[in-house]
């Protein structure tokens, strides 16, 4: 007993030493540093999303009747048994971490002790557990990484905001989701990172500053991204390249290069059968009937919703990507509170339906100063959100599944709203009640 209450305080004293150091790094490195705006308010930031891994730790400790199911734990608990084969072999440890030679049969032991290193459902797709446990055999402290992922989107695109600067803090750091979903030991997390350094060495390499550094930078993110979550990759990828094709500026044909760029890459994902071993379709079919046949074995799943059945053909895509992306982006109605979590999640989807409709009131879409990126947050939301709705037959899983998209969609209504309209509306509106 006295050895697991001296192993636990180890553990709060070495999270409150990493905690201290990161807040003396947010203070003292000039990544963390922005004009204009007050030195205290990204530590502060930092605090209220280690709280929320804090708060997402114990949701999943309490939650969830046994450790092995809980997504936060799996990870972690696997990558302790990687950790575990440095104190026999560092060179094992090295293997497995690398991926160099790391199918020898003599690691077998450790892969066959891990719950997920095997993936049941990878549709011979890259295995992305693995990159995770491999994390976690590395570091433990994630709240970090995924805080300066977002603080990289704040940096690169901030001046696109002027006057709107602290609604874009309030979106990329305080939504209920992406707060509580990309600050614990998860997928989303590691991939809130890799995104937002991605974007900022894309959008620094397009302005020509430090080329080589930032398409190193660009490289390593790329790939990291690619091995958390292989579907984000590829949502991102058409927003990439509309960002490439649209001129700076207004570009007035903006929308037709949007569209056009989207309906080949729509051809290119159709007809992969034909110049890959991959039918894109049939994976997407696959993975809606695999995620419902794998409820079906689980008692007393919360959340179900019903979702339409996707065949693999062309036909049946179409018609479920518009379903896909309006259960995303509506689901969990209030109707379908079925836990703490989902109050939290329907009254957020109710926040982000006021903000559309206050923006398409108050909209402005010549004022928006860089159409290129809108076009790359429109492209992501759209296919990131219908990919997540059409697979996923639970809201729980939808809300977090969404978590990396949705500062995209949010950032991208800010740029449509025209604050000076809305400004003089609310100013109007004060006026006639003082009469």
Request: hydrophobic letters at 50%; glycine letters at 4%.
């Amino acid at each position: 007993t006295h050895i697991l209450y001296l192993w636990l305080a180890m553990g709060y004293l070495i999270s409150i030493i990493f905690t201290a150091l990161f807040l003396l790094i947010i203070y003292r490195s000039k990544f963390y540093k922005s004009e204009n705006l007050n030195k205290h308010i990204l530590p502060v930031l930092f605090l209220i999303k280690v709280s929320a891994g804090i708060a997402l730790l114990l949701i999943y400790t309490y939650y969830y009747k046994t450790r092995i199911s809980a997504d936060v734990f799996k990870y972690f608990d696997d990558g302790m048994v990687i950790f575990s084969s440095l104190a026999d072999n560092p060179l094992d440890y090295l293997k497995m971490i690398t991926g160099i030679d790391a199918d020898a049969e003599h690691l077998q032991k450790y892969y066959t002790e891990a719950n997920f290193w095997f993936k049941e459902y990878n549709y011979n797709l890259f295995n992305e557990n693995r990159t995770m446990i491999r994390f976690n055999a590395l570091i433990r402290l994630i709240s970090f990484l995924s805080f300066s992922g977002l603080v990289a989107i704040f940096k690169s695109i901030r001046k696109l905001f002027r006057k709107k600067e602290k609604f874009l803090l309030i979106f990329l750091f305080l939504m209920p989701s992406v707060l509580l979903w990309t600050s614990g030991v998860l997928k989303e997390s590691l991939a809130v990172f890799a995104l937002g350094f991605l974007i900022y060495s894309y959008i620094k390499i397009n302005q020509k500053q430090n080329i080589i550094r930032n398409s190193i930078l660009l490289t390593i993110m790329a790939v990291l991204l690619f091995l958390t979550k292989f579907y984000i990759f590829i949502a991102i990828l058409p927003g990439f390249i509309s960002y490439l094709m649209i001129r700076e500026g207004n570009d007035k044909y903006a929308f037709i290069k949007f569209i056009s760029i989207h309906f080949l890459g729509f051809l290119l994902l159709i007809n992969t059968q034909y110049f890959s071993s991959y039918n894109f379709i049939e994976i997407v079919a696959r993975k809606q009937r695999d995620f419902i046949n794998m409820l079906a074995t689980l008692d007393n799943v919360g959340s179900l919703i019903n979702i339409n059945k996707i065949e693999p053909n062309t036909i049946s895509l179409l018609v479920n990507i518009p379903i896909g992306f309006w259960n995303t982006m509506v689901r969990p109605l209030i109707t379908e509170i079925s836990s703490p979590i989902a109050i939290l999640a329907a009254l957020e989807n109710i926040l982000i339906e006021i903000i559309l409709i206050v923006t398409l009131i108050f909209s402005s879409y010549k004022n928006i100063t860089d159409k290129r990126f809108f076009w790359l947050t429109i492209s992501f939301t759209l296919i990131l959100f219908s990919l997540s709705g059409m697979t996923t037959p639970v809201a729980g899983a939808l809300v977090r599944y969404k978590s990396p998209a949705l500062p995209f969609l949010l950032m991208a209504l800010l740029m449509l709203c025209d604050i000076d309209k809305l400004l003089a509306f609310k100013k109007k509106i004060l006026k006639q009640n003082n009469e």
